[in-house]
């Protein structure tokens, strides 16, 4: 007899937040935010200081009433006007920039925090399960303070997975650690999630981490999400002007739609989809600009004013006819000196016109 193969029942996200709306005192901070986090999955909502990430992750975690909107854990719903699981029940792990370890509690101590509901023989197992995992098997009666931040991160990590959460907050986890430190941390810390099936969300206001570090990156502005997607699309085709502006510094221009193009210092732009008369916001990346030594053929003059050289890279600053400055990237060779005049190109893959906002 041949059986019928078995449905395979879609396994539901570790997080989805839907038309999620806060206000304090009457102003909107987060504004219909909807996301899904799978299973294993890293998703970094970033965005500049008050947009709302912080909140939003309040929310999740329950620390927060909700007001509106509608959040599921593992497919459970945790939170709705009306309707709430305490935080300690909704199977999060939380991690801040203050991972504020329990000082007078030994490494293992703290790790077995979250694991009162079991025997002494299954927490001891599994507290020596998670140090091993984090790599601080060797600390597991050291306390806190004789930890350097990196071996403290770690073992917030351990206390943090111990409970085995369906889903990782993490708010600015990273920050208080040095730069070369901070990467290496953030990366094992996302391995272990990642392997563990953790479903993870990663609240950040700096750029470079989301891009680094997110599966999907959820660009954030005045309490709504503007963009979200994988950052190399997010690069490739920012929403608008300030998602363009996430990667690096960027030149900017503003302009006004005539007979199908718009005029910048650095050339005319044919833009399609814009309306005549339309007031818009250039964006040019520092690699969208092409330099070579003027020879007298067509293209915009510019002369170069200063410039740096990167190792691989040259970054050099134009002063145009209008007076502005723009920077610039080169990787090729830059044979022009300090006072020269050059002549500039644009790569349509580095440019953005958007209407104004
Ligand atoms: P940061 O990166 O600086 O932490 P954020 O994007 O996380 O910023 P939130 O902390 O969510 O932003 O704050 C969003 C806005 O809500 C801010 O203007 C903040 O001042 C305000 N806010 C946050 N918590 C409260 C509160 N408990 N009462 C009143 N206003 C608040």
Redesign the pocket.
Known sequence: MISAPRQRKEEPAGLEIEDLSHA??Q?R??DRVSLAVKRGEVHCLV????????????LVAGL?AIQEGRIRIRGRLVAEPGFSIPPERRRVGLMFQDFALFPHLTVAENVAFGLRHLGRGARDDRVRELLARVDMTAYRDAYPHTLSGGEQQRVALARALAPDPDLMLL??AFSALDTALRTQIREETLAILREAGTATLL?T?DAEEAIRAGDVIHA?QE?RIVQSGAPAELYARPANAFVAGFFGPVNRFRARVRGGAVATPLGEIRVARLDEGEDVEVVVRPEGIRLTRADGSSGSRARLEARRDLGPVHVVWLRLPDGSRVKVRETGVVDVAIGEEVTVALDPRHLFVFPEE
């Open positions: 304090f005192a102003r901070v987060v965005g500049p200081s008050g947009c709302g990430k912080t909140t939003t992750l309040r927060e708010d600015e609240v206001h954030m309490g």
